[in-house]
């Protein structure tokens, strides 16, 4: 469905039962992301929450209204709990997604329950990391001219985004399946302004830091060990920045465990779950 928030009508899918406390997610990869991959991750909370997964705006099948701000997001996330009768929320985010998860947390700290992060950065420092870990690896070669532009925002057009996505795919498996890379990359939605606005506005000023100590919700960070662009360190800082906090690393996985160790990704957050919010009940484990 196509919901109205702060004047941009945004893609939104509600799992679960109407009543049932309310879980958002927001998706990773802005310019590239859609609410197929949070749908993947948390709908299976469904039994447990009412989860709310959606495009932002400016990404997927949403409407693009700039601006494409931290704050922007945010409050579309805000507006989105609000249409869907919650007084609070757990509020859940894998890579880009959990740049604006921790962003609501500092900003709505009234409204958040728990947080789930999933391997993501607490500033711009892991793009740096990255830089590092891609010269080093020998999986593919690429073209740095390319690279450069993608993680400057210096992309022309949603074709250009798609193509500069398919040489980088590889580096984000522990186990790296040409043929499923690619099926991912073909299923994509590629919407270059967002992406540029990312990279060319945000990332610059991007630093929650100084603000984690005071997000007082129970969270869980996850990470894949082999995450090659929000390594594990970016998560450690993330966990001994916010006090109440959980860290789990998947010894399997590279950025995206939920897929590379699905069931145990699941089982999780579950007992994140059983442990933050005892009045879910046994289901949640």
């Given at each position: ?5 702060n004047g941009?009508r945004?893609?939104v899918?509600?799992?679960?039962e109407?009543g049932?406390?309310v ?5 990773g ?9 949070p749908?993947a991750?948390?709908g299976?909370?469904s039994?447990l929450f009412r989860?709310?997964?959606?495009d932002?705006r400016?990404c997927?099948l949403?409407e693009?209204?700039?601006p494409?701000?931290h704050a922007q997001w945010?409050?579309?996330v805000d507006a989105?709990?609000e249409?869907a009768?919650?007084?609070s929320v757990?509020?859940a985010?894998g890579?880009y997604?959990g740049f604006?998860?921790m962003e609501?947390?500092?900003a709505y700290p ?7 992060l999933r391997d ?5 420092t892991n793009l740096e ?5 891609a010269?080093?690896q ?9 690279y450069?532009?993608?993680w400057s925002g ?9 193509a500069?996505w398919?040489?980088?795919?590889p580096?984000y ?6 043929v499923?890379?690619?099926?991912r990359?073909?299923a994509?939605?590629?919407r270059?302004?967002a992406h ?8 610059p000023?991007y630093d ?12 869980l ?10 390594p594990?360190?970016?998560?450690e800082?993330?966990?001994?920045l ?5 860290l ?6 590279g950025?995206?465990?939920q897929?590379?160790?699905a069931?145990?990704?699941?089982q999780a957050?579950r007992?994140?779950?059983?442990e933050?919010?005892p009045?879910l009940g046994t289901?949640?484990r």
């Open positions: 469905m196509f919901v109205n928030i941009a945004l893609n899918e509600v799992l679960g109407e049932a406390p879980l958002i997610a927001h998706h990869g802005g310019g590239i992301g859609s609410l197929a991959e749908k991750t948390f299976p909370l039994d989860v709310v997964v959606f932002a400016g997927g949403s693009g209204v700039p494409y701000s945010a409050a579309d989105l709990r249409w009768g919650a007084e757990v509020i985010g890579s997604g604006i998860a609501y947390a500092i009234d409204r958040v329950r728990a947080m789930i993501t950065s607490p500033d711009r990391i990255a830089h590092e870990n010269r080093k020998t999986r593919v070669e690429l073209d740095w001219e390319n450069d532009r993608y210096d992309i022309r057009d949603d074709d250009d985004l798609k500069r398919a040489e980088l795919i580096l498996d522990h186990e790296y399946d040409p499923k890379a690619a099926a990359v073909e994509g939605i590629y270059h302004e540029n606005w990312c990279f060319q506005h945000n990332a000023i929650v830091k100084p603000q984690l100590p005071s997000v007082t919700c129970p969270t960070v996850t990470v894949g060990r082999y995450d090659w662009v929000t594990v360190s970016s998560s800082t993330i966990a001994s916010i006090p109440n906090s959980r789990v690393v998947f010894e399997k996985s950025h995206s465990p897929i590379e160790e069931e145990l990704f699941q957050m007992d994140f779950f059983a933050a919010l009045d289901a949640a």
